[in-house]
């Protein structure tokens, strides 16, 4: 037994992994234009690697931070 045989289903386990969490994600998060929804969901179907991880690195531009639901106040 090498350690390819390992390595190798491991390495694609994690792509595939990380392919759907990106999608999970690209699902729930609010970008600021419809295009770059859609310009990210490409980027993501056809470069699953790639594409997760540009938009993993770079999604903090593209989406608009929504304010916290629960916000008690402390008297």
């Known amino acids: 037994m090498e350690i390819t045989d390992i390595l190798v289903p491991a390495v694609i386990l994690l792509a595939i992994v990380l392919w759907a969490w990106a999608l999970m994600d690209l699902s729930k998060s609010r970008f600021k234009s419809g295009r770059a ?10 470069s699953p690697v790639m594409g997760s991880i540009l938009y993993f690195q770079l999604k903090k531009g593209y989406t608009e931070r929504r304010p916290r639901q629960f916000q008690p106040k402390f008297n």
């Open 37 to 46: 929804n859609l310009i990210w969901l490409l980027m993501i179907l056809f």
